[in-house]
C-alpha cells in the first residue's frame, strides 16, 4: 500500500509560533507573508495560511501543490492539517479546544471552501479575492457559488473579507512576473 505525505518547506521552521497575533491584520500579515515567502523560495504557489487559536498560532500551511505532485496541497488544506495533527483531533471546532481562525492570503477555492466547513473553524479572514487570484494568475478558483458567505455564516463561520487585499494581490503579480506555474487552469469562460 502506497503512503500519502505532504510536508512543509523547512523554511517554515522559522515562524514565530511564541508571538501573540492580536489583530485580524496582524493575522493577516503572516498568511501574506507565507505566501511571499513561499514564492521567494519557489517552494510551491503563492498562497499562504494560518490557524489561530484566539491570539495564539497553532499551525501554519503554504500551497505545496507542485513540489508534493498533489492536487490537495493547497495552503488552506495544509493548515487544517497541521492544526488537526497538532491536536491529534480531526474537529478544531471540538467543544474541548478553543475557537480556531483560518487567515488565508486568499479567498479559498471551491475545495478549500467546502473542507473549511468540516475543520470546524469559527472564523475565517482573506486577503485578495477569488478573482484577484483568477485575473492576476490565471488559476481556476472552481465554482464558487453565489451567497458563499450566507452558507458559512448559517453554520457559525464568521467570514471578514479583503484584509490586506492589496498586499496579497501584489504576492500574486510577483508570481505571475516570476512565470509561476499555473495548474489546472481550464477554467470554462466564454472568452475561451
Known sequence: MNMVSLSLPS??????????????FDKMTLAIELSQKNV??????????????E??????????????SCSIAHAEMMA???????YKNFDLGDSELPTHTLATSSQMCAMCFGASIWSGV???IYGATA??????????EGPIVSGW?????KRGIEVVPEIAR?????????????????????????DK
Open 166 to 190: 492589496d498586499g496579497a494581490c501584489a504576492v500574486l503579480q510577483s508570481y505571475r512576473d516570476a512565470a509561476g506555474i499555473v495548474y489546472n487552469g481550464r477554467r470554462v469562460s466564454a
Open 131 to 140: 478573482r484577484d487570484v483568477e485575473s492576476i494568475v490565471g488559476f481556476d
Open 149 to 153: 458567505q450566507d452558507e458559512l455564516e
Open 55 to 68: 491570539d495564539i498560532l497553532v499551525a501554519v500551511g503554504v500551497n505545496r501543490v507542485v513540489p508534493e
Open 80 to 86: 487544517f492539517a497541521m492544526a488537526q495533527k497538532h
Open 40 to 53: 521567494a523560495h519557489k517552494t510551491g504557489g503563492p498562497f499562504g495560511a494560518a490557524i489561530f487559536a
Open 11 to 24: 523554511w517554515v521552521q522559522g515562524v514565530n509560533f511564541s508571538k501573540k497575533y492580536v489583530s485580524d
Open 122 to 124: 469559527r472564523r475565517i
